[in-house]
């Protein structure tokens, strides 16, 4: 059997936890407060859950109060990409990861310094990663 990437969408919906699946490849948004990741205030990397992206560090999650994990920066330009997303007559700016184009959420201007950026990102989309405390 050949592996490729992209994957179909079947693909994904066998290798996927369906609320990942519903996020990722749906463009789903889960309910706010109900998240794995709102309250992590641990120390490591959110990596993309579909195919494992480095996308947000904790040192840029904050706590926005919306119900979703929010950032005020990605981890690196590469790891993101943004497109406008006019869907329930909203001017929005939808986030996917630019690896496997998975729905990851949207970013909005009300965020903190420096950036004053909301990235507002769905827990089921992100895999966190905790720092190690001593490598070895
Ligand atoms: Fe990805």
Redesign the pocket.
């Known amino acids: 059997m050949k592996k490729k990437m992209p994957k179909t969408e079947e693909e994904w919906k066998t290798c996927l936890a369906p609320e990942a699946f519903s996020i ?1 490849r749906k463009k789903g948004t889960e309910i706010p407060f109900t998240g794995k990741y709102v309250n992590n205030k641990k120390k490591g990397v959110y990596v ?6 480095r996308l947000f560090s904790s040192d840029t999650k904050y706590e926005s109060g919306t119900g979703w994990p929010s950032f005020w920066a990605p981890a690196s330009k590469n790891g993101i990409e943004m497109k406008p997303d006019n869907s329930l007559l909203m001017h929005r700016t939808e986030i996917l ?6 729905h990851l959420g949207h970013v909005f201007d009300d965020g903190p310094k420096p950036t004053g950026k909301r990235f507002c990102i769905n827990s089921a989309a992100l895999h966190f990663k905790e720092k190690k405390k001593s490598v070895g």
Do not use: Q, R, S
């Open positions: 990722l993309c859950a579909g195919c494992g992206n990861c630019m690896k496997c184009k998975g």
